[in-house]
């Protein structure tokens, strides 16, 4: 028996724990988590900006990223000298997300920007592509209470849900969606109440932001309600500033 045969018979054989494993090895360091939590703006971000973000050296984000993108999480873009990388897809996103709220609230702001930035994001954010915080759950909780949304195992989108959206000028009925769903229920990982994702999910975001119902808060993924936009969902689904302003059921991120 040579040496390759040995090889072949002593390597252990790969099964689904051991890509289990590896996944969550991705995000069992501090560094490549917070890069990810970045991410879930739905933009692309320069390595250097992910360092700055983490406070690690442009070297020791360069080797995070470089395992983040192998393993999936996240894809990268060349542009000239800039190296700009995004959460790979949309279930990358759910998975971050999803984990985020399951492992809890963070500590408590130390400072009065730390608070501010938490509150900011508690009450509007966006979740990679939709709408999160007590604005997204709001938004969810008035398509449901119209008979827009209706909730069974999961989310649905009505009869009624599909002319509302198609009065925005989103025609849910016409999307290759591929393998992503129309609509999903996803985990606020601060409300822990769940917000409207999925194709759906985007489209409302894309047009709030469009529309100029909300604007971004810096380079973080916390949003503002603008006075349109509040005068917007006030005619569309009932929501006041009260609404939007509730206390929220988690602590703020």
Avoid: K, N
């Amino acid at each position: 028996m040579d040496s390759s045969d040995r090889t072949h018979r002593t390597r252990r054989p790969e099964h689904a724990g051991s890509r289990l494993a590896r996944l969550a090895g991705l995000l069992s360091d501090e560094t490549r988590a917070t890069f990810c939590l970045a991410l879930l703006d739905g933009r692309a971000w320069t390595a250097g900006e992910l360092a700055r973000l983490a406070g690690v050296a442009p070297a020791t984000a360069s080797g995070h990223l470089d395992r983040l993108v192998a393993g999936g999480l996240l894809a990268e873009e060349r542009q000239g000298r800039h190296r700009y990388v995004r959460l790979a897809d949309p279930s990358s996103a759910r998975l971050v997300e999803e984990l985020a709220a399951h492992a809890g609230p963070p500590p408590a702001a130390r400072s009065l920007r730390g608070a501010s930035a938490g509150t900011a994001m508690a009450r509007a954010r966006t979740c990679y592509d939709h709408l999160a915080g007590r604005l997204g759950v709001a938004v969810t909780d008035a398509l449901l209470e119209r008979g827009l949304l209706q909730q069974d195992t999961g989310f649905a989108v009505t009869e009624a849900g599909l002319r509302w959206f198609a009065g925005l000028g989103i025609d849910l009925t016409a999307r290759p969606r591929g393998r992503r769903p129309l609509v999903r229920a996803c985990l606020d990982w601060t409300e822990r109440r769940p917000h409207l994702a999925g194709v759906a999910g985007a489209a409302l975001c894309r047009h709030a932001l469009d529309a100029g119902w909300c604007e971004r808060i810096g380079t973080r993924r916390a949003l503002r309600v603008t006075d349109g936009g509040r005068h917007a969902l006030r005619d569309l689904l009932g929501l006041t500033d009260a609404d939007l302003a509730g206390e929220s059921a988690g602590s703020p991120v």
